[in-house]
């Protein structure tokens, strides 16, 4: 097969991130991937679309330019931005930044700073970072068409949470109301995003305030698409807080997608999910 290419130019609006995933999945899964790493590989397109808006593009007309090419050993995904951003970063900065994120993936108090880290350590052949022609930075990514094993998730040094327990309130608390004092039940649907992050994670925060001790929280994930790498983020200081004051945070209802993100950034080793 001939090399193959599509260049894309859309305007730098974290509106499109949702376009941008869909558009990354049908590429990898015409380039030969399993329905699984399409998966992954629509979520790298998604942080590397993220950044370029956050960081190298003005807040109003900016444009990003999104290159596919695949052949039949590989598939890339680049994007490049025109560098108008306020928190315009250089090639060396943001390298080291990226190399220092990596080396505390398995942090689980970090918030933010997991998502190229991510990509990097666990996703990519390689991750290619150069000036752009655009005035920016240009950021790529190659994977091999080589297998559909996915890549093993971090250790993590944290203590695991005690199944039993766990166990026990995943079966009686269908019978308890979302204000008991020992369990709370909160929702969560659609997708979760950069431009709607803070609403989505208010509510959580709220209950995470007047939670007792020996409390669990439940996130019930049954209508959840799709989180970002800043929400992972933010699970595992939940959950890391939660641990401390001995609470519990359950995952329930999670579909496959979910799932393999949380094993492959490893907070399943340390949060109960449970799955549809």
């Known amino acids: 097969m001939e090399k193959q290419t599509i260049n894309v130019t859309l305007p730098a609006d974290l509106e499109y991130s949702s376009f941008v995933r869909q558009m990354a999945k049908e590429f990898a899964l ?11 590989l629509k979520l790298v397109l998604d942080e590397l679309f993220t950044n370029a808006c956050k960081y190298g593009s003005a807040e109003i ?27 315009k970063a250089s090639v060396e900065k943001l390298r080291a930044h990226i190399e220092k994120n990596a080396r505390e993936l398995d942090d689980l108090t970090k918030k933010s700073g997991r998502g190229l880290a991510l990509i990097s350590a666990l996703w990519a052949d390689e991750l290619i970072l150069e000036e752009s022609s655009h005035g920016g930075l240009c950021v790529g990514f190659r994977k091999k068409i080589n297998g559909d094993k996915p890549a093993e998730p971090p250790h993590s040094s944290l203590s695991l949470t005690s199944l039993d327990k766990v166990n026990k309130v995943l079966t009686t608390h269908s019978t308890l109301s979302t ?4 369990t709370v039940i909160l929702t969560l649907e659609g997708e979760v995003s950069f431009s709607n992050l803070q609403e989505k994670i208010k509510p959580i ?7 007792h001790e020996a409390s669990t929280l439940i996130l019930d994930c049954q209508k959840l698409r799709y989180f970002n790498s800043t929400f992972i983020g933010y699970l595992a200081s ?4 939660l641990h401390k004051r001995h609470c519990h945070l359950l995952l329930k209802n999670t579909n496959q997608d979910i799932r ?3 094993d492959l950034v490893g907070l399943s080793r340390v949060i109960y999910v449970d799955s549809q």
């Open 61 to 87: 007309g900016g444009k990003l330019f999104i290159h596919f090419e695949r052949d039949e050993t590989e598939i890339y995904f680049q994007i490049d931005d025109e560098g108008k951003g306020k928190n």
């Open 238 to 241: 939940w959950y890391n807080e």
């Open 179 to 182: 204000d008991s004092k020992n």
């Open 205 to 211: 925060e709220e209950a995470l305030k007047t939670l």
């Open 260 to 262: 393999s993100m949380l």
């Open 30 to 40: 015409m380039s030969g991937f399993c329905e699984a790493w399409a998966e992954r």
